[in-house]
């Protein structure tokens, strides 16, 4: 195990888990957002070729539900993180919310896209989304009423995963924060890190399907969790 003034290089992946305690939803937990919608009505290409609507309907809404949320202690203190450290960091979120952003963090690869984002299924372009896309807008760019949410659905390959590999192979440290490990790829990092012969560190609510792979798991929530990590780090 190296020491923390060891570590120059660090990747961070985070889940629903860190966003919880600002108010959004996560999707496997009791009353999580798959319970309520399940996934093969509104997560998959042939979701959205069915039932376009239904499909607009819920992403809409979320992307209307992040104007009443706030980055948390967790999302600020990475935040803080991204703007001191000056070795390589990259934090690689598989949530669709902007919280990481508006906690100040900079270096970020949305795997799975982003709500505030839209992408047009005639030009390919991506454009920046604020409103409802259930009434069609037109594609800013191309001016066609082709644009779907810009989030990835299952089948479909998450973004940036060579980017991620790239990142993880010169990293120190793999650092996975508030997801259950229940989807791949994001949830197979940790064993890349450790072929990689990486240090792995989990700071969760509750031991993930995946926790036998890290080195060190630390069990709570994420804004008591990831501050006093981040101090940590800082220090060192
Ligand atoms: P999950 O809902 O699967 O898991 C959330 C994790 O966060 C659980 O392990 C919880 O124990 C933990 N958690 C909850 N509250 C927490 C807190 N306050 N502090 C720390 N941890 C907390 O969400 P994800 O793992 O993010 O993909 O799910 C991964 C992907 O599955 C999502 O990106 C989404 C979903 O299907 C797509 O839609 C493609």
Redesign the pocket.
């Known amino acids: 195990m190296r020491e923390m003034s060891d570590i120059r290089n660090i990747v961070i992946l985070?889940?629903?888990?860190?966003s919880?305690?600002s108010g959004i939803d996560?999707?496997?937990?009791k009353g999580?957002?798959?319970e309520k919608y399940p996934?093969e009505d509104v997560?998959t290409p042939e979701a959205f070729e069915r039932n376009p609507d239904l499909v607009h309907h819920f992403y809409d809404q979320r992307r209307k539900a992040l104007l009443s949320v706030k980055p948390n202690k967790?999302h600020q203190s990475l935040g803080c993180l991204d703007r001191a450290w000056d070795g390589n960091l990259l934090i690689v979120t598989?949530?669709?919310d902007d919280l990481h952003e508006r906690g100040g963090a900079r270096r970020i690869i949305h795997m799975?896209g982003e709500l505030k984002k839209a992408l047009c299924l005639s030009c390919g372009m991506r454009s920046l989304m604020e409103g409802a896309l259930a009434h069609r807008p037109p594609c800013p760019v191309c001016k066609a009423s082709t644009l779907r949410p810009d989030?990835?659905?299952?089948g479909?390959v998450?973004y940036k995963m060579d980017k991620i590999y790239q990142a993880l192979a010169r990293a120190d440290l793999f650092v996975s924060?508030?997801?259950?490990?229940?989807?791949y790829p994001?949830a197979g990092l940790v064993q890349e890190a450790r072929t990689l012969g990486i240090q792995t560190l989990e700071?969760?609510?509750?031991k993930?399907d995946g926790s036998h792979w890290f080195d060190s798991s630390r069990l709570?929530?994420?804004?008591d969790?990831v501050p006093d990590w981040v101090s940590e780090v800082l220090r060192d």
Do not use: D, K
């Not at 985070?14 to 860190?18: D, E, L, V, W």
């Not at 996560?26 to 937990?29: H, I, N, S, V």
């Not at 989030?151 to 299952?154: A, L, P």
């Not at 924060?177 to 989807?183: D, F, L, P």
């Open positions: 985070t889940g629903a888990g860190i919880a305690e996560t999707f496997r937990e999580g957002l798959w996934i997560a967790a598989q949530n669709v799975h989030v990835v659905w299952f479909e998450p924060i508030g997801t259950s490990g229940a989807v994001a700071l969760n609510l509750q993930s709570g929530r994420a804004t969790l």
